[in-house]
Each structure stands twice: as structure tokens, then as C-alpha cells.
């Protein structure tokens, strides 16, 4: 079973622009999970998506945004790039609860000039 | 609110050597799942081991073994016959059962030991 892709798994942007990173689940995985990780702060959570909607939220700013697609897919987009907002970008996916262990993709490495 | 400590930043060891990864945790709720992931060089949380908190049974896995002990709030890890390839940052990571959502899912992580095997 292919597991938890992400793209690009590399990306350079400039400050003010925008940015989308994508993430495709394992296959029948509902759940979807963004988390960022940075030198500074770790690993921290982002939001989570199931069945296309939200179902959860970290503590970041509203230039951070998600959804999700009927087939799980998911998109996370950053608005106005900051320089913090350089950072690895991992997404996870799990079946459906809490109790479902989370998958991790490889990451999308954004820098921001 | 829920928090994981790690509190070894770094630790080197040599080949063959056995090692422990210190991992404690805080929570107010009564069910939760605890977590450990491996995230070598190239950037994957890999996914070692999950244990929930109604189950301190320790659990061995080749040369991985981990000891659960919810009277000290601790999930420690230990590798057996340490190897090169187990170079890596390992996180522990908590996660409760009631979310904002129900059912909803959010990992809390330590900030990661990193390991290096030295040959």
C-alpha cells in the first residue's frame, strides 16, 4: 500500500506571496493532519481535516488555511509568506478516530526569502 | 493541557551499545495514546510504537523495547545492540482521546532526542 505523499517536497518563495502544499493519504485513510516543524518551536500541530471538514485547529494565524477533497486529498495554503513561516510542512493521515495511529508523508521543505 | 518532555537533547553513543530515550508526559485525561516516531535525515516521522494508557504491558520488537509506567508518566524507549541506522531524532508524542471535535486527532510531541551511533 503506497503511503502518505506530499508535494513539492521542496519549494522557495519570497515574502508576501502565497504558497499551496499538497498532501495525498494512505488509500481509505479519511483523516488528514498538518503539522509544522521548525528548529525553534518543533513539531507542532496545525489543523486536521475528516470528510472535508475541519475538525480541528492549532494555535496559528488565519494566513494558515487547509481543506480537503472528497477523495481525502488535502491542501494547506499559506498566505503572505513570513520569513518564521520557513519550515518543514508534514502531513499525516489515520482512518477516522483518535485512536487511529497518524502516518506521516515525507514533508515539503518551504524556504522563504 | 497535555505536554511530552524529552528531556536528553542529544546523545551519542557507540555501536553495540545499548541506549535508552527518555520520554515523560502530562495529561488530565484518563485515556490517551502515546506515540514514538523515528525522523532520520531525510525528513519521514517514521512510526515506531503506539500504546494506549489502559495498557502498561511493556512491548520488545526486535532489538526496540519500551517501558510504560503510568505511576511516573513515563514511556521510555530503549535500543538493544545499538546499530548506524538507528542514527536518527526521536520523538515521543502524546495524543488524547476527546479532542475539539469528537474523534478529532491532535499529536502533541516532545522536542526530540537525537541520536548518533557512532561506528
Known amino acids: 500500500k503506497a503511503g502518505v505523499t506530499q508535494t513539492p517536497r521542496y519549494l522557495i518563495k519570497t515574502r508576501g506571496q502565497q504558497v499551496t502544499l499538497s498532501c495525498s493519504p494512505i488509500?481509505?485513510?479519511?483523516?488528514v493532519s498538518w503539522y509544522q516543524q521548525t528548529p525553534g518551536q518543533g513539531l507542532q500541530f496545525l489543523f486536521e481535516?475528516?470528510?472535508?471538514?475541519?475538525?480541528n485547529k492549532g494555535n496559528f494565524p488565519g494566513r494558515f488555511s487547509g481543506r480537503q477533497f472528497s477523495n481525502s486529498r488535502s491542501e494547506m495554503n499559506v498566505s503572505t509568506l513570513e520569513l518564521g513561516d520557513s519550515a518543514l510542512y508534514l502531513c499525516?493521515?489515520?482512518?477516522?478516530?483518535?485512536?487511529?495511529?497518524?502516518?506521516f508523508g515525507p514533508g515539503t521543505r518551504l524556504t522563504v526569502l | 493541557a497535555q505536554k511530552v518532555t524529552q528531556a536528553q537533547t542529544e546523545i551519542s553513543v557507540v555501536e553495540k551499545e545499548d541506549v535508552t530515550l527518555d520520554c515523560v508526559y502530562e495529561?488530565?485525561?484518563?485515556?490517551?495514546?502515546l506515540f514514538w516516531y523515528k525522523q532520520p535525515p531525510s525528513g519521514e516521522l517514521v512510526f515506531l510504537i503506539r500504546?494506549?494508557?489502559?495498557?502498561?504491558q511493556n512491548e520488545i520488537s526486535g532489538r526496540y523495547s519500551w517501558n510504560f509506567q503510568k505511576s511516573t508518566s513515563s514511556f521510555n524507549f530503549t535500543i538493544t545492540a545499538s546499530q548506524v541506522v538507528d542514527s536518527a531524532v526521536y520523538f515521543c508524542?502524546?495524543?488524547?482521546?476527546?479532542?475539539?471535535?469528537?474523534?478529532?486527532?491532535?499529536?502533541?510531541f516532545g522536542k526530540g532526542t537525537k541520536l548518533s551511533v557512532i561506528p
Open positions: 499525516a493521515s489515520s482512518l477516522v478516530t483518535s485512536e487511529d495511529t497518524q502516518y
Open positions: 488509500s481509505g485513510h479519511r483523516s
Open positions: 481535516y475528516f470528510s472535508e471538514t475541519q475538525r
Open positions: 495529561t488530565r485525561d484518563t485515556t490517551y495514546y
Open positions: 500504546r494506549n494508557s489502559f495498557d502498561e
Open positions: 508524542a502524546l495524543s488524547e482521546a476527546r479532542g475539539s471535535g469528537a474523534g478529532s486527532y491532535q499529536l502533541t
